[in-house]
């Protein structure tokens, strides 16, 4: 069976090739047959890609330890939902379901585009069959899952036991998802500089397909660090490790992108800009997976680690060769079609959007660059941990939200004095009375008392935005106001809910404030002993130790109660796994929208007392309650509009006259737009 | 809008110089009753480097293969009397410079720094000339400013906006 996974990944690579080749000679030729052919192979590569991720899952679910990857990730004592997931918990099956997520998006980018974008097309098939020949090629020569040892090992050595947990069963591939994705927004720069439609058609079609993976990163990062907050026991979520940087900084490119593109759309500026902005959001996945799997930077991901670092390097390099001189040969081409009228505009407020953003990502990439640097050229390893992050990155942050707030109370074109006045007025004062809210509240630190103040200062103008908009509907229908702000998210999907994303970015923000003051103590106790902690008491009941398959466990008990009110019973685990000889910690956590009371069992002296580190972790819930709000915001607005429907409806009955539907559609849709 | 770009750069600076840096406490001094606060203010300065970890701070992680002994290291050393830079110092000595949560003072911090700070000079001299360049390529009837455009004074009213969101959604709905 596992010879049918390689045999598949074998002509998967050669109908990759041929993709790019049949694509690009039939764009040349302007062969129709060729360039459907083309198409349908990466179709193929799909299946094939499938069959081959398919047999490696069957090898894993049937235990069939000769195959290496197999006895290397996973046991007999695994519960079956990690066995499923060991698929991608190492370095080799990973990066094979990774080219079978890129064969989805490469498939599901040839069907919904069978009559739409036709001269863009055939480079774009010709761009992501490439990277998929790449995926096969570090398959079949570099991490080769289907390796078999040369006899069959009884048990397998089993998933490493930090990534036994439900969130990392999912997170790589909601992760691999959003990385992946990025590839299908360049391929259309791509598609868009090589056959010369310079237009905003690949623009919109960008657009699009960058929401998508731009949503599956946010969550996959959020997935993470929720992870790493459940299992990692140090009382955070996000630790700025090099690898969670990795995934951070695509996401934060890619939202810079998705706020210039809207220059272009409605402007015709900033096109070079947006190139390159495509370009290097596509680049950093690619830098970031290279980071992750290279080894060249110490990580806790360091389980996904192998001997592909030089075959990245030469893959990036040739790409952004081949990119830049494309762009270069195009420039003339990209010229703005528009001037500046005010500088007090939504222009401006949008490219200083753009300036802090990748300032941010900048900052985010030096400090993960700097060890690896200074290592190179002075010997000298360095390590730039969380405080030298936290204290670039929060007044950077500061200025981000400062423009989330600021951006909507500008006119595009121009703002006239009296109107920003009256723009800012209810702002101004939302940011005052959060302020002093937060200063009279709690005791807080300097930075925090801006944060949410800040964050009082965007949610009230988006809440301006909304009230507006509510107030011109009703005006206009005479609708309810409530019936006016459904309306308003129905119909202007893109707008009103790109103002909901912009409010789960204060629920992040709010989260994330609380950092600033939670509080941390070691403690030993005693069994029946109770201690005070702020305004809980802690009470230790009970350790108890058992004895499963392939793990120790050590779970204690313990009550807490505020002001002589029980509020729940607490049990810490700590757990001992034979095979791989790892300590793990479960954290327990009573959990509120005001804080986590967060309690890890550090270890047991065997004398009836136990060594306990407790969390006070300030307003987390904010964090876990934005992330869901962000996912359900981005989804809303990309999901398919009336108009959307109109036109898939279109493209449905040009089937009909297939020769024809080509013609209209030589660049763009069938309807205009 | 020139002043609220200036006052959001001199914010954002300032906030940076002025502010002290959320993850960092006070200088703590050695006395003769020792809190796990004082002990966490040390280590908070320094990093676990058990290797099961991705370099996390000593102030937090909970491996008893380094950090709890070293933690208990840095409270022997507080009661002998030993100031913070000192214990720090004594760490350095032994572990080398990674064991710095923060790059090293000197030229290490000073390039880690100015580096970030450098770059968002760098961007936001490109998008000063950005503007600049759109400005210039505004048509000379335009740039001779005296009366108001009707948009912009008629944007008061309630009904403008109105007729200004209709124009916004019809022109960018998808």
Known sequence: MIDVGYFALCLALAMAGYAVFASILGARRDDEGLIRSGENAVLAVFGLLSTSVGSLWYAILTHDFQVEYVYENSNLSMPIQYVVASLWGGQNGSVLFWGWVLSVYSSAVVLFNRYRYRALMPYVVSGLAGYSFFFCLLNLFVTDPFQQLPFSPADGRGLNPILQHPYMAIHPPILYAGMVGMSVPFAFAMGALMSGHLDNSWLRAARRWLLIPWTFLGAGNLLGGAWAYLELG????????????????????????????????????????????????????????????????????????????????????VTALIAISLLVVRLPQLKSENHLESLASRETAFLLNNWILLGILFAVLWGTLFPVLSEAFTGDKITVGAPFFNSVITPLSMGLLLLTGAGPLFAWRRTSPASLKHNFAVPIAATAVTASAAALLYELHAYAIISLGLCGFVAASVGLEFYRGMRSRHHSTGESYLRALTGLLAKSKRRYGGYVVHLSIILLFVGFTGQAFGTDREMVLRYGETKRIRDYEVTFETLAHSEEPGVTISAAALSLHRQGEFLCTLLPERRFYHSSEQNTTEVAIYSTFREDFYLILVGDAGDGSAMFQIYLNPLVNWVWAGGILFVLSSLWTMWPTRRDRSLAAADRASLRDPALAIRQSVVGSTVPS | MRHLILWFFAFACASAVVLPPPAHAAEAAPEASLTPEQIKEVASDLVCLCGSCPRESLATCICTAFAVPQREAIGRALTAGQGREQIVEEFVARFGVMVLAEPPPGGYRLVGWLTPAAILLVGIVVVRSVLVSWRRRAPKPETTVAPPSPASAADRTGSSYEEQLKRDLDAFEN
């Not at chain 1, 990795?246 to 810079?256: D, G, N, Q, S």
């Not at chain 1, 272009?264 to 800009?273: D, S």
């Not at chain 1, 830098?287 to 806790?300: C, D, E, K, M, Y």
Request: proline residues 4%; aromatic residues 20%; without cysteine.
């Open chain 1, 234 to 317: 140090w009382g955070g979520y996000w630790g700025w490790d090099p690898v969670e940087n990795a995934a951070f900084m695509p996401w934060l490119a890619a939202t810079a992108l998705l706020h210039s593109m809207m220059i272009q759309e409605r402007k015709g500026m900033l096109k070079v800009w947006n190139m390159i902005l495509v370009f290097f959001t596509y680049g950093m996945t690619v830098f970031g997976t290279f980071l992750t799997r290279s080894g060249v930077v110490s990580s806790v991901h360091s389980f996904a680690q192998s001997n592909v670092g030089p075959f990245f390097v030469v893959f990036m390099a």
